[in-house]
């Protein structure tokens, strides 16, 4: 009895084929898909943080500006109350420093030029009757503007001085003035300027 073996089975016909290169693009597809979405995230979201920035700053730039605004009210009410003044504030401070209070601070003994005030000064010169309170509107803003003058102990000016006119003589002060937001927030402005009065 004879054995009959069967034909060779060609077993690359009969398994099914797997293409592993084609699988391997795809996954390098979906990655780089993956990363480029991922910094178009990233590159979204600083855009909208950069946005929200840029409001805060051109806000904080407003205040600003207000706030210097502002406090050129504070100079510009320095100069007219020492001008409406009816002698030099030096010689009022002796015999009627009522009419100066609280505007005007003469400098404290043994100093010899007005210095600039801290943050605290600021903090406390209205209970201590030591500045001029205001409050002053600039646009949509409001504002807290604080200021006080004292002597330069600069020497008198003589101008236009002649044998047929007669000389006038300046005297020179410094005023300072402190300008924040009514409500407490922002930051405050600072300034000083030169003031001249004419002897009355």
């Known amino acids: 009895m004879g054995i009959n073996l069967p034909n060779q089975i060609n077993k690359s016909k009969d398994l099914p084929h797997i293409d592993t290169h084609s699988e391997k693009e795809e996954g390098v597809i979906l990655l780089i898909v993956l990363v480029i979405l991922f910094a178009l995230s990233v590159g979204i979201l600083a855009l909208l943080a950069l946005h929200a920035n840029n409001n805060i700053v051109a806000s904080n730039l407003a205040v600003q500006s207000a706030a210097m605004e502002a406090a050129d ?102 005023a300072f003035v402190h300008t924040q937001n009514t409500n407490g927030g922002g930051l405050g402005v600072t300034i000083n300027a030169m003031l001249r009065k004419e002897q009355p």
């Open 73 to 174: 009210t504070g100079i510009n009410d320095a100069s007219s109350d020492l001008e409406s003044l009816p002698a030099f504030p030096e010689v009022l401070a002796v015999s009627d420093a009522a009419s100066l209070s609280p505007w005007y601070v003469p400098l404290p003994a043994g100093q010899n030029i007005p210095t600039t005030p801290t943050s605290s000064y600021w903090n406390t010169c209205a209970s201590n009757n030591t500045c001029q309170v205001e409050n002053v509107t600039y646009g949509a803003f409001h504002f807290t503007v604080e200021f006080y003058v004292q002597p330069t102990n600069l020497p008198a000016a003589t101008l236009n001085g002649s044998q047929t006119a007669a000389a006038t003589v300046y005297r020179y002060y410094t």
